[in-house]
């Protein structure tokens, strides 16, 4: 089928890159002119696992085209991905501007009938209003635009993978046509007719993910109600967390007992910074607005967001705990990206960690392997290194603020002979204590005495 992408952040340029994969011819288009030349040009402006490849062997397959000209993009495709950002405003309430102005967009150039599909992350009842606001930009012609809502699931770092090897695809819709048209583009996915590049010989047998249709308001909640509730079981370890620290358990004993109830799951109960990045936070955020907004007070979510934000305050409370004074004192950050494998920092906890620092007069040592760049344009007073090991070399302390692999498996017994001082604070509990204690560091963790 011939399909539109619009808006080629990481959700749109996953989504295209994955439906040209399973067979489709897509056509992207974003109002970034530099974005779309760069594409053009072979490049990915993002950091994402195996993305790179996939949109490569779609060009070279010619299933994937890259235009700056929306029009254009709009007539050639038959159904019409929106994946635009969403982002927070001041109130929390989500800024649905882009979506109203990719449907004027739509409606104008539009020359035959489309399906327009919500792919962004937009709270519910948006499908009302997008539906509303195709007529009314169109009034006057003849054309009917079907709408309907296909959230992603996906996670940064994994989307690809998400995208091939989907739980559940949900398709909320109006019509039994809308159904039918994204079951046949979803299902060289359900029947793993693709190739895959996570597993390149074959997909391990099993079941495949479920689609499911609903209506459009149950898709859009399911999205919301989803990040949601996974933010609450994050902060409900936090909270676990802290008590722990202060009746003498282990955290990672509890929730992984917890976990084995499979009512309760193993995942997301990983204690430390919380949660961060442009989903959960901003996801969070406008669910409680929709729910006050029709009279809903979603109060358990309100002490979820307010549970991660002191995260950032426990982290501090152990730094002037072990350190005592900031002021002056040369700290090491491990880890900028707001989680492993991406270079997107943000809402990252690791920045706010360094604008504290900063703020206290310390001289911040940061290192990451991707989210350098990124964070330099927001601090270019921290000292930068490629190298963990020079990152810590030297420094009264080092902050772990993200799961990375290599972290994860840094010799500390070298990078402790470069530090100053032995101190370690481990916001994402990736170090046994008890090795920590016997390699000789003053270490300190989240929920683990
Ligand atoms: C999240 C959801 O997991 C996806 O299903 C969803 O599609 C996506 O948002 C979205 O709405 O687009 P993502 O933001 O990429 O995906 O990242 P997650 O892997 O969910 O992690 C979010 C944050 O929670 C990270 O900062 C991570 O470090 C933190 N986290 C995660 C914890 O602190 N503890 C955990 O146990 C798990």
Sequence with gaps: MRLTVIGCGYVGLVTGACLAAAGHEVFCTDIDEKRIALLNAGKVPIYEEHLEEVLNRAVAEK????????????????????????????????????????????ATEARTQKLVVEKSTVPALTGVQLQKALAAYSAGGSLKFHVASN????????????????????????????AAKLREIYAPILERKFHCPIHPGKCPTGTAGELLVTTINSAELIKHASNSFLALKISYANVIADLCEKIGADVEEVTHAMGLDPRIGTQFLKAGLGFGGFCFPKDIQAFIHLSASVGIDFD???????VNKERIDRLFEKVHKALWVIKGKKVAVL???????????????????????LAEGAEVHATDPEAISHTKRTFPQVQYHEDPYEALSGVDAALVCTEWKIYKNLDWERAGKQMARRLVIDGRNLYSPKKMQELGFDYHSFGRT
């Design 63 to 106: 299933k994937i085209f890259y235009t700056s000209d929306a029009g254009e993009a709009i007539r050639s495709g038959e159904v019409i991905f929106i994946c635009v950002g969403t982002p927070p405003k001041e109130s929390g309430e989500a800024d649905l501007s882009a979506i109203d102005h990719v449907a004027r967009q739509i």
């Design 151 to 178: 959230p992603e699931f996906l996670r940064e770092g994994t989307a690809v993978g998400d995208f091939f090897h989907p739980d559940r695809i949900v398709v909320g819709v109006e019509d039994a046509g809308s």
């Design 300 to 306: 358990m979510l309100k002490a979820a967001e307010r």
């Design 335 to 357: 880890g900028l990206a707001f989680k492993a494998n991406t270079d997107d920092t943000r809402f990252a906890p690791a920045l706010e960690v360094i604008r504290r620092l």
